[in-house]
């Protein structure tokens, strides 16, 4: 139930929690909020925080609250409170959340939906995590015009982040490194055939990567035929007998090789032979074992591109460096939505105050 | 207005195309691209209305001298581009086509500056019409044929290198950029085929032009084994590549000279 009051006109919004750069896991974890208490928390959170609008946003990474209030600091204080509260912990939080007002909270919820506060630099899956966190808040009555604006603005404000800077160009792990490299050599992933040798942990993750992608089938290869059956059905793939796996190979479009095997599995000769038998298509060879499957001369074939576990994460390294030169542009072009909230936070506050306190929204 | 402010203006667009091309394969914008497109869209109207103008005064298709012949050579390099550019999403390929435009307007306009308008152009008919028109839009086609090669070879060497560049982003996957090379080259071979049998039927007088028959030839050969080699799949895509965009660069390095060269295809000048 909201209720206009005058104490609401000049609402500040806030936030503040605790995130992965200053909290490790271990604290995290006790207090994380799970979807089914987002409902009970925000109630609980806005009685005891003094809150007229509440947001809780619940993540691996991060647990934040923002919200509105004529009472910030008040509301700071009682965060921590609020937290060994309702988790019923012992730990005093205090010293470890952070708290921001005003134009600080909007600047710090633009980056976060822009993925630069995030642990891997331009991740968007923060963004929808934002917008469900939101919309639980919202569908709960618990946000109203400072709340709705602010969230919905910074939508918007990631949106133009992600469409001007490289901020989330190039991927930064082993398997959608992976996809990214199959992407450039193949395009359409939904053609293309992958055969699996070794069932290591890392080629299982790639292709999997691979499948998320829409790859058209996956053979795996492993000298127990169990562990390949076993692999193969998780995959939603066929295993092939290890004796086999030469002959399939001229039908397959990927390659990903992680044997044990002290030798390599697969010389430049051999692959030579298996060329003729092939159609005249690229041949893209991913080799995660260490030492090598796969005979680095290979590389010198036409039509063959070959990537060692080395070379995906030395590229994957470069993309995670790329983004963190992109932080300092996406924060320039926040500035100006920050500026046209602030403004427009500005201007409720100036219009409610000539109306005598009219229009602002307050929990009741 | 003169009409070669026309064939300079446009040529000025294309350049100001080659520029932003340049910094749409490294901004990494999407937008970037299509701003690339519509320049040269734009320079393209000026062309367009360079050719009609002097078809107009000659009352034949603007071929009649290498400073013409070398502005629809372009002309058709460019049409092929705006077809294919949007048609296969490889707007990308006027980073590539306009500054190879930009150069040979720049060399008809500086080097060709001499030669004006013809002061007699023998009627031949429309097979001499049709024989020219297609046999230069064959190259334009190959041209681009050899542009997309371009960027197949860039991108092949930067995937086989490990060094993944801004250029790498910007540029279509190779796989595309085969199978538009190679239909694009097919496509440019049947034209410039279709061309170059028709001008065996032109009727003359006087003794063949073997100059341009030889070159001729030579280009349709070189083509045509290419052609049979990837129809029967026993050329690598890399192969392929670097023997279209050789090719081309045979041609542009002699169409000048071989033009300069062949008799029965000058016709007297004013001036």
């Given at each position: ?6 104490a ?13 750069e ?26 005891m ?35 060994r ?48 966190a ?44 992976s ?28 292709a ?56 390599y ?23 995660l ?57 500005g ?18 | ?14 350049l ?20 690339t ?44 581009y ?50 020219a ?21 860039i ?37 410039f ?24 030839a ?48 000058v ?5």
């Amino acid at each position: 139930m909201f209720s206009p009051t005058k104490a609401d006109m000049s609402a500040h919004v806030i936030c503040g929690g605790l995130t992965f750069e200053g909290v490790p896991v271990e604290l995290r974890e006790k207090v994380a909020f799970r979807e089914a208490q987002l409902p009970d928390a925000l109630v609980q959170m806005k009685t005891m925080l003094n809150l007229s609008e509440a947001v809780l946003v619940s993540t691996c990474n991060r647990v934040e609250y923002f919200g509105a209030t004529t009472q910030p600091d008040y509301a700071a204080a009682a965060w921590p409170d609020f937290l060994r509260r309702f988790h019923a912990v012992s730990e005093d939080f205090s010293h470890l959340s952070f708290q921001m007002c005003g134009p600080s909270c909007v600047e710090h919820l633009y980056a976060v939906a822009s993925g630069l506060k995030s642990m891997v630099i331009g991740e968007t899956e923060v963004l929808g995590q934002l917008k469900d966190a939101y919309q639980v808040a919202q569908s709960h009555g618990q946000t109203g015009k400072w709340l709705n604006r602010l969230f919905q603005s910074s939508f918007a404000a990631a949106k133009s982040v992600r469409t001007n800077t490289a901020i989330t160009r190039g991927h930064v792990s082993v398997g959608s490194v992976s996809v990214e490299l199959a992407e450039k050599i193949f395009g359409d992933l939904r053609k293309c055939r992958v055969m699996v040798i070794g069932a290591g942990d890392t080629s299982e993750k790639t292709a999997r990567s691979l499948l998320g992608h829409g790859v058209h089938s996956i053979l795996v290869a492993n000298r127990t035929y169990e562990r390949a059956a076993a692999l193969a059905v998780a995959l939603r793939g066929e295993a092939v007998h290890w004796e086999e796996w030469e002959d399939h190979a001229t039908n397959v479009d990927i390659m990903i090789s992680s044997t044990s095997a002290p030798h390599y599995v697969l010389t430049q000769d051999k692959l030579a032979l298996l060329l003729k038998r092939r159609e005249r298509r690229p041949l893209f060879l991913i080799d995660l074992a260490v030492p090598r499957d796969f005979e680095p001369s290979i590389n010198l074939l036409d039509d063959v591109f070959l990537y060692d576990i080395d070379d995906l994460q030395s590229i994957a390294q470069t993309h995670l460096r790329e983004r963190q030169t992109e932080i300092t542009r996406s924060m320039e072009i926040l500035k100006p939505h920050v500026e046209r909230y602030m403004e427009w936070a500005g201007r409720q506050t100036s219009e409610s105050d000539s109306s005598g306190g009219s229009r602002g929204p307050v929990s009741a | 207005m003169h009409d070669r402010l026309w064939l300079f203006l446009a040529t000025l667009g294309y350049l100001a195309s080659a520029g932003w091309g340049l910094y749409a394969l490294g901004s990494r914008r999407e937008l970037a691209n299509r701003g690339t497109f519509f320049l040269i869209a734009g320079a393209f109207v000026f062309h367009t209305v360079f050719l009609h103008q002097r078809g107009e005064a000659i009352q034949h298709c603007p071929i009649t001298n290498l400073f013409e012949t070398l502005a629809f050579f372009s002309w058709s390099l460019v049409l092929t581009y705006l077809v294919v550019g949007p048609t296969y999403r490889m707007s990308i390929l006027g980073a590539f086509t306009a500054p190879i435009v930009f150069l040979i307007n720049f060399f008809a306009l500086a080097a060709a500056s001499q030669i004006d308008l013809p002061s007699s152009v023998p009627h031949l008919g429309w097979q001499l019409e049709l024989h020219a028109t297609l046999a230069l839009m064959g190259l334009g086609v190959l041209g681009v044929a050899a542009l997309a090669g371009v960027a197949y070879l860039i991108q092949e060497r930067q995937l086989k290198r490990h060094v993944l560049t801004t250029w790498f982003y910007s540029l279509p996957n190779v796989g595309r950029l085969e199978r538009v090379q190679q239909l694009v080259l097919f496509w440019g071979f049947a034209i410039f085929s279709a061309g170059s049998v028709l001008g065996f039927f032109i009727p003359h007088h006087g003794p063949d032009d073997w100059v341009k028959i030889v070159w001729s030839a030579a280009v349709w050969a070189l083509y045509a084994a290419l052609v049979i080699v990837l129809a029967l799949g026993r050329l690598s895509h890399k192969k392929t590549a670097l023997i279209s965009v050789a090719g081309y660069v045979f041609i542009l390095l002699t169409f000048w000279g071989i033009n300069s060269l062949s008799e029965a295809h000058v016709f007297p000048h004013e001036g």
